[in-house]
């Protein structure tokens, strides 16, 4: 079993940053793809950015693109969510995920982090 703890969250200016960290533990992540996901009030939880698990190759939705960095510490345990400036539009719980046995599905999530932006 992998558990996943996400930080870092908080309130912060539109134009602002926050940097979000997951920590895992139980079993290594260092194989695994991990990903964020957010969801806002009243929305469906949607996907943010995912990194492989030798941090080669990152993806991101459209709408953070530029903005947002996702990265790794495999020696940590850790992955990380840059976020720079940041949009009202952006505010949402945060979750960190680790792919599962199944490529594409993602079997481990964490509680989540509420990031807020305010205008």
């Known amino acids: 079993q992998v558990q996943l703890v996400e930080s870092g969250g908080g309130l912060v200016q539109a134009g602002g940053s926050l940097r979000l960290s997951c920590a895992a533990s139980?079993?290594?992540?260092?194989?695994?793809?991990m990903a964020w996901f957010r969801q806002a009030p009243g929305k469906e939880r949607e996907f943010v950015a995912r990194i492989t698990w030798s941090g080669i190759t990152t993806n991101y939705a459209d709408s953070v693109k530029g903005r947002f960095t996702i990265s790794r510490d495999n020696l940590k345990n850790t992955v990380y969510l840059e976020m720079n400036s940041l949009k009202p539009e952006d505010t949402a719980v945060y979750y960190c995920?680790?792919?599962?046995?199944?490529?594409?599905?993602?079997?481990?999530w964490g509680q989540g982090t509420q990031v807020t932006v305010s205008s």
């Open positions: 139980g079993r290594t992540i260092s194989s695994k793809t």
């Open positions: 995920a680790a792919e599962g046995a199944t490529t594409g599905r993602y079997a481990y």
